[in-house]
């Protein structure tokens, strides 16, 4: 048998060819990846060898595949190639030199090297990734490292997780990852789907499609194979009435192949290998009609013996292993050798390593059709036997076992292996598998005689580590589904194991940001009893005591974690007990109890110094609490040494990220606002659970609406809003918080009646958390003076300069719409609630300025010199200082005190120009002009600032859309240059043609004075 023949040239991928090495050229300076798509047989496989083979020792390559077998590829199927590969080529003990902090994950993706790991400490689920990822950068410090992942189509939840972070988090350059999956085969649901539009949102990704072959190329392709053809076949090639002949073509049967083909490039190799066949037989006859018959043509033309073997190999999955074939086939190994010669020549097979493959999935697909069921049965079976006999060498195989027990019907034997499957799952952080095997196991419960022993677990302690496991693959909503049958099993009698199981589904609505957590965990602690001493009863307390931290319920927190840290201490956990001085000492700051909160959580520290999770929790709380009580710097230093810490560990990217981006807020009061803004977007970018991502998003908010990006932030919270709702129905910090940020966009927009609904929740009767209501005070002081003044108060420059926006869709109006208030009744109210909060530490920054924005509705001019001299404490917000200057200004002017109006204008603008904050900057311009005043000495003097001019200051990122207009880009083109969407752009755009009061971006142009490089 010959060998099958491909064009030796590959026809129609010149540009897809110049794009990979366009990649490959970027990933020099920083991580690239491309994800290439297609069809089955469409030649995304060719494309990437083409391309692997062009750059020949510039960079080492390494090709992982994820391989169909039964419903999914195994967790990290081709990192684990990819890693076996670099053992190989490295050795065992360079790679674990080069791995770092990352030798202790090794063993989860190539279990051979855990022989070596012997006193390294065990990976935990948290930092897998960031190990992996370290291991990959070490790398390529010495060695340029293209990844290449074959078939992602195929990937389990774990794998594509996996991807998604080393796309997301690789950091230094020298690093390419190519994917390739079939597009038809991404369909909803599939765990790939959402992230590729994710990550090419990113800019570190890119992607795109293979097109099919036109017919000219359908014809360069034939041309190519029958130069090949005629080179090898003689007289044969010569024949009569033959496709393909030396050197020439039948036109006919190019139209023939090309309608047939579809364009498809396998598809044309298969129908003039197919010809082939035809002609070397010497037997006339016509090509095959049907897709099937083509796949199974070269299978039709091998032995009997060779067709068997074909078979075995099709139900044993892509690229099985010669040793697993060699168990399983019945003949002599000289015997399978020759039928695996006999396959490979004949066009069906391929030897990848140590693997046998068929040629292309589609082909495998068409002999798996040919298998019978009686066969099928018995093949499964001998395949799950072989591989429980290479279990005994340490190789995890109870996956594939329990795959192959399963499509033999064998139930039996099947139960006991999707429980070791479960556990191996979870032992190597494939959690999503794990939760599957348990629901598998689940299923075939009833079928066995006795499942408990089978199992060593009962039915519910089966459901309840189904739920765990897929709670840590990121599906809650499964995990409650599958606790809420645990709960309606179990027998309220026992007791420990019912109140566990609340304790389960209270965390597991926590994590989707539902409200019932408190009561679930509340109605547990009752079953247990007030005076349990049990792991139960202390795992219910600590919980407890959180949960009433964050929903503000302080005095009760702190009697729940007393009655934890007691707990703890009688069971001799430290770590327990570093957890309960934390929320304790959080909870006593709430109620005003500052020194002895700091007291608190600084034995929170001590107890935690050797344990991760515990001091990862202290660095977050006392980080924020030193925010809260205007410690700013603190906060920050507390954060970095968390963020040091994580470094050490080698987790800088994943805890170090979500502890550094826990300095954002106290960063951006410091108004280190470009610090704060790079913390941001690697931040967001790890998906972080719910909590903290409307943290993350409030503090986004905040930073553009004050830098003047107010239709961008806007646009935005139109986006975050339903979920940000969510959570502000959970946590009182979230609630109090989004009711700020969204205020301060309505005020910053102009939008007087929205910032009212969003300030009201001040009045309404809520859980006092001092340090957010303060600021939200502020906020409804100044809405409520706007209010008074029909929009005509100090703030109407403002609204003039921003634009005046109409309700806000995304919030209902009701009673807290502006028809329904009493302007004097509520000004009561916020002053009661001020009395309530006036001991706080920062409070004589705040109150002050609660007095300016209400006294003569904002025109009162000692009370702006007070706020003003508060503002320049170091406990105040950095971007007060030019704030409560600006208004000074506004209300000396309305006293006809114009000089020190002019001066103090002056200072707010040198003081908003060094902070970055557009937004006041936008109002100073407007309030000089229409003051009369003589405007400020422009901002910054940087070159190139201060050439636009208008009627309003343009903010950094619209001057630069503003130079790129001038340049004649479209806004797609604008988006692509800046990095954001094509949508923003347009945001962009229409802010600048509003504050030019220009109609045409051409006008916008002429009336900034640039030149314009396009019309």
Not at 551 to 559: H, K
Request: net charge negative; proline share 4%.
């Amino acid at each position: 048998m010959r060998s099958p023949i491909s064009s030796p040239q590959m026809i129609g991928r010149e540009a897809d060819l110049a794009a990979l090495r366009d990649e490959f050229e970027r990933s020099a300076e920083e991580p690239r990846a491309v994800a290439i798509g297609g069809e089955a047989g469409i030649g995304k496989t060719r494309l990437v060898a083409e391309f692997t083979r062009e750059i020949g020792d510039r960079a080492m390559v390494l090709l992982g595949k994820c391989v169909d077998i039964g419903t999914e590829s195994a967790p990290y199927a081709p990192f684990t190639a990819i890693v076996r590969e670099l053992a190989a080529t490295l050795g065992p003990d360079a790679l674990l030199e080069l791995a770092g902090p990352a030798a202790s994950a090794l063993p989860f993706v190539l279990p051979e090297l855990a022989s070596a790991q012997e006193g390294r400490p065990k990976a935990s689920s948290d930092r897998f990734y960031e190990l992996i990822a370290v291991l990959f950068e070490n790398v390529a410090r010495q060695r340029r490292l293209v990844l290449v992942i074959e078939d992602i189509h195929w990937a389990d939840r774990s794998t594509v997780e996996l991807l998604r972070f080393l796309v997301s988090m690789l950091t230094g350059g020298g690093i390419l990852i190519i994917v390739t999956y079939r597009s038809d085969e991404i369909v909803r649901g599939h765990p790939l789907r959402p992230v590729l539009p994710e990550l090419e949102r990113s800019r570190r990704l890119v992607r795109w499609e293979l097109i099919r072959l036109t017919r000219e190329q359908v014809a360069a392709q034939v041309q190519s194979i029958a130069a090949v053809s005629g080179a090898e076949g003689g007289d044969a090639a010569s024949s009569a009435g033959t496709m393909i002949e030396t050197g020439t073509i039948d036109t006919a049967m190019i139209d023939d192949v090309f309608e047939r083909s579809e364009g498809v490039p396998f598809f044309v190799e298969e129908l003039a290998g197919a010809e082939r066949g035809v002609r070397d037989s010497g037997i006339a006859g016509p090509l095959p009609e049907t897709l099937r018959e083509l796949l199974l043509a070269r299978y039709e033309r091998v032995g009997e013996s060779t067709q068997h073997l074909l078979r075995l190999i099709a139900v044993g999955g892509a690229c099985v292993r010669h040793d697993l074939l060699d168990l399983v086939y019945a003949g002599s190994s000289a015997e399978l050798e020759a039928e695996v010669r006999a396959a490979v020549d004949g066009g069906l097979l391929v030897i990848d390593d140590v693997c046998y493959d068929f040629r292309h999935a589609l082909v495998r697909a068409a002999v798996l059709g040919e298998v019978l069921p009686g066969e099928r049965v018995r093949y499964h079976t001998a395949y799950a036997d072989a591989l429980e006999s290479l279990a005994h060498a340490g190789r995890p195989v109870a996956h594939e076992v329990a795959l192959h027990r399963m499509e033999a019907h064998d139930a039996v034997r099947a139960f006991p292996a999707t429980i070791v499957a479960m556990r191996e799952a979870g032992d190597s952080y494939a959690f999503s598998r794990a939760a599957r095997m348990g629901e598998r196991a689940l299923e075939l419960w009833e079928q066995i005689a006795d499942p408990e022993s089978g199992a060593g677990m009962s039915h519910i302690d089966l459901l309840q580590r189904t739920a765990d496991a897929w709670r840590d693959a990121g599906d809650s909503d499964r995990a409650l589904a599958v606790i809420d049958v645990a709960l309606a099993e179990c027998d309220p009698a026992d007791v420990d194991q019912h109140a566990g199981l609340l304790v389960d589904k209270a965390r597991y609505l926590a994590s989707l940001s539902r409200p019932g957590s408190t009561a679930l965990l509340e109605e547990a602690l009752a079953e247990v009893g007030p005076d349990a001493c049990s792991d139960t009863a202390s795992a219910i307390l600590g919980d407890l005591a959180g949960r009433l931290m964050l929903e503000a319920r302080y005095d009760e927190g702190v009697e729940v974690a007393t009655r934890a840290l007691a707990q703890a201490e009688a069971a001799g956990s430290l770590s327990r007990q570093s957890v309960a001085h934390n929320i304790r000492g959080v909870s006593f700051v709430g109620l005003g109890r500052v020194e002895d909160g700091l007291a608190d959580l600084r034995r929170a520290k001590e107890l935690a110094e050797t344990r991760d999770g515990a001091m990862l929790r202290y660095h977050v709380n006392t980080s924020d609490v030193m925010h809260l009580i205007g410690r700013f710097t603190e906060a920050v230093e507390i954060g970095n040494a968390g963020v040091e810490r994580a470094r050490r560990l080698g987790v800088e990217r994943t805890s170090g990220i979500m502890l550094a981006s826990n300095t954002v807020e106290p960063l951006i009061a410091l108004g280190r606002w470009g610090e704060a803004d790079a913390l941001l977007e690697p931040a967001m970018a790890l998906n972080p659970p719910p909590g903290f991502r409307v943290h993350l998003q409030r503090m986004k908010l905040l930073l553009l609406t004050w830098k003047g990006e107010t239709e961008v932030a806007d646009e935005l919270w139109r986006s975050w809003a339903p979920m940000m709702h969510v959570q502000a129905d959970i946590e009182m910090q979230s609630l109090l918080g989004i009711a700020r940020v969204e205020a301060e966009l309505a005020l910053a927009l102009g939008d007087v009646e929205r910032a009212w609904r969003a300030v009201a929740v001040v009045l309404r009767d809520h859980r006092r958390m001092i340090a957010y209501d303060l600021p939200l005070l502020v906020d409804a002081a100044r809405t409520l003076a706007l209010l008074r003044t029909g929009g005509r108060g100090a703030d109407a420059d403002a609204a003039s300069a921003i634009g005046q926006r109409g309700p806000d869709a995304s919030r209902p109006r009701g009673a807290d719409s502006v028809e329904h208030i009493d302007l004097g009744t509520a000004e009561s109210g916020l002053r009661e609630v001020l009395a309530s909060v006036r001991d706080w530490p920062t409070a004589s920054v705040w109150v002050p300025l609660f007095e300016a924005e209400l006294a003569e509705n904002g025109a009162d001019t000692h009370a702006w010199q007070q706020a003003v001299k508060a503002s320049t404490a170091s406990i105040a917000t950095a971007h007060l200082q030019p704030y409560t200057r600006f208004r000074h200004a506004q209300a000396l002017v309305g006293a006809g005190k114009r000089t020190e109006a002019q001066e103090e204008a002056a200072a707010s603008r040198r003081l908003a120009d060094e902070l970055g904050a557009g937004l006041i900057l936008g109002w100073l311009d407007d309030f000089e002009r229409r003051a009369g005043l003589e405007a400020s000495p422009a901002r910054g003097g940087a070159e190139g600032r201060g050439r636009v001019v208008g009627s309003a200051e343009l903010t950094e990122r619209e001057r630069q859309v503003l130079e790129l207009i001038a340049q004649g880009l479209s806004n797609k083109q604008i988006g692509e240059r800046l990095y954001i969407s094509t949508k923003t752009a347009s945001v962009h755009v229409s802010a600048i043609l509003r504050k030019l009061g220009a109609t045409s971006r051409t006008e916008a142009v002429y009336v900034a004075g640039l030149d314009r490089a396009t019309a």
